[in-house]
């Protein structure tokens, strides 16, 4: 058999209109701009601000007499260009003489942030052969020394020592938020406050674009068909559930699609009518970003030596999940984290401290033992209500011996006796 007696293949034509779409061509423009969007704003920020800390030094040490005399003669403004021995020199040099506008020194944290910044631009700039933070790097020997070498100089200058960080927001003051109107179901402005900051408690919402890209259809009340209980589900990157009257009150009031948050209407949030109403237009973002520091103030809730902010919410959805024993998984399933950086967001508590404290307190003399025990004791006592029979003593058998009538609702005994020497029984 040949070639020829092969039969044709019969080839199926099908034309555009066989489909219920029509094939829309993405042009170059259109394909980069989109892999640029998936890039956060902050990080976007962040690498630009970087590169203009390197490109301020880079024309200063360009105008330094001492740099004709180095090994490399001119610094590289646009460091994709340089070669890789070349960065490695420069680089060094870098982050040992870079400082800020006011000639203090950065701290360890914002180097390395630096460094970062400069290495997610080459990647960007086709540089992908170029790690200038890869552990033990032949290629960048000298950098990562001059970079460790200068983040232990600034930190035995006790630079970086005390990190600002978000605080959480404690039960006593959720509570203060209830009592004092601030947080509400009665209030436009009441349920505004209201519903972000459980979005921040409730599903681990931090930043302005978490917020501001909430969608009202991300969010449903409905029914628990077990337990015949309504519920809040949420659809965000994980279905996250959880009772909520004040999330179902305020959906009640603003369009079933749309922007999450709508700004209330009224003074103090109430109209004529004293129901609450919501404008169709959104709160804008310069409120949004300071809601919860309003919160505190209209509650007045001093926060003099406290950083509340927005991000205070989400401190404390994973700070209170830690407290109350949960798993890093469970804390990552509600916070969103994808790696260890949620263990950032711990905060100990007072009542943690305290706890802490005590038990890493030196040992307390005898004497001070006692009473220390006296007062567990007589505490143990009040909280448990039980009626302890007197105790007897039997004179008329053995005067060394003493008999004590014991309750049925106890099961451990301890005697100390004036010697010093304790005694437990199990019952």
């Given amino acids: 058999m040949n070639n020829t007696d092969l039969p044709d293949f019969e080839l199926l034509n099908t034309s555009s209109t066989d489909t219920d779409w029509e094939l829309k061509p993405v042009l170059s423009e259109e394909l980069e701009q989109r892999i640029s969007d998936r890039i956060p704003t902050k990080t976007k920020q962040s690498t630009s601000w970087s590169m203009n800390v390197w490109k301020g030094w880079t024309e200063n040490r360009n105008c330094n ?39 203090t020194p950065y701290p360890p944290n914002t180097l390395l942030n630096i460094s970062a910044g400069i290495q997610r631009h080459l990647r960007e700039m086709k540089r992908s052969e170029i790690n200038v933070l890869q552990k033990n790097s032949v290629d960048f020997p000298t950098f990562q020394k001059a970079l460790d070498t200068r983040m232990k100089e600034v930190t035995a200058a006790g630079l970086g020592i005390h990190k ?44 302005m674009d978490e917020h501001r890209d909430l969608d009202a259809t991300q969010f449903e009340v409905v029914t628990d068909s077990v337990q015949k209980k309504k519920c809040l589900t949420f659809y965000g990157r994980i279905s996250k559930n959880n009772q909520g009257g ?11 699609t749309g922007p999450f948050y709508r700004r209330p209407i009224g003074k103090l949030g109430l109209n004529t009518s004293g129901k609450p109403k919501f404008s ?10 300071t809601y919860i520091k309003t919160m505190f103030d209209l509650a007045s809730i001093d926060h003099t030596d406290r950083n509340i902010s927005n991000h205070s919410g989400k401190v404390t959805c994973v700070t209170t999940l830690y407290d109350k024993g949960f798993d890093n998984a469970a804390v990552t399933s509600r916070s969103g984290h ?45 909280n448990t209500k039980v009626h302890v029979a007197p105790i007897t003593e039997k004179r008329d058998t053995l005067d060394d011996e003493l008999v004590i009538h014991v309750p049925k609702s106890v099961k451990r005994i301890k005697i100390v006796h004036n010697n010093g020497k304790v005694m437990s029984l199990e019952l």
Avoid: H
């Fill in 164 to 207: 600002k960080r978000a605080d959480a927001i404690s039960p006593q003051d959720e509570d203060t938020l209830w009592c004092k109107g601030v947080i509400s179901l009665d209030s436009a402005e009441g349920l505004s406050y209201g519903v972000f900051y459980y979005n921040c408690k409730l599903f681990g919402c931090r930043g």
């Fill in 65 to 103: 007499p001492m740099t004709g005399f180095e090994e490399f003669t001119c610094v590289p403004v646009d460091p994709e260009t340089a070669t890789i021995k070349e960065l490695d020199f420069w680089l060094s040099r870098f982050i040992m003489e870079t400082r800020r506008q006011d000639g």
């Fill in 280 to 289: 169709a237009q959104v709160v804008g973002v310069n409120k949004l970003s």
């Fill in 246 to 256: 004040l999330f179902s009150t305020y959906l009640s009031l603003i369009p079933k």
């Fill in 338 to 382: 994808r790696s260890n950086a949620v263990e950032t967001y711990k905060r100990q508590s007072v009542e943690m401290n305290d706890r802490i404290s005590k038990s890493l307190q030196p040992p307390l003399p005898i004497s001070e033992v006692k009473v220390e025990e006296n007062k567990e004791n007589e505490q143990s006592c009040a």
